[in-house]
């Protein structure tokens, strides 16, 4: 059975910080995504990873993908407040997408 | 615009009344799939659809059927609703063996009493 892990699930932090959330997920995957749902809202897509070592970076996000340690981890740059929300990772494997159970980010101002 | 869009966005009613939340996309992809999200829970798979005719279950299932007759369309039925299917439901659709993402719905706030 798949399962997909993140920690932490609640983080806050200051502006201008540095700080990482992982995904772990427990069998091998054809893929791995991330996704940021803002309160109230829909979830929209951040990154796919396709392969080992895919590293993707959109502003101050920066995703990355190690199949062998079946981890991924979201870096996060010099937090800025509009950066709040939660975020999740989500693992497919036979064309089932299984989500993690998301990790609510607050950055203090 | 390219979207998927859900209705009812809200709905209260009473357990036992059958009920149908529609969706719908513009963007002629083949997978859809219907999540409830909970809080502390993520989101969860109810079911899947790889394309026309083609379904199939998620991880949370029972209680819940779908239909997928025509490519746009991936409408959730609730037979006889209850207390622990009130929930937040997202649809989505997309190509994950091609570009990767699913497009989420707004999505549609069941409270079942």
Redesign the interface.
Known sequence: ELKVEQNPLFLSMQEGKNYTIYCNYSTTS??L?WYRQDPG?????LF?L?SNGAVKQEGRLMASLDTKARLSTLHITAAVHDLSATY?C?V?RD????????TRLHILP | EAQVTQNPRYLITVTGKKLTVTCSQNMNHEYMSWYRQDPGLGLRQIYYSMNVEVTDKGDVPEGYKVSRKEKRNFPLILESPSPNQTSLYFCASGRPWDTGELFFGEGSRLTVL
């Open positions: 054809d893929r995504y809202k829909s979830l929209e897509s796919v396709l999740f989500a497919d064309d089932k997408i299984i989500f993690g159970k998301g």
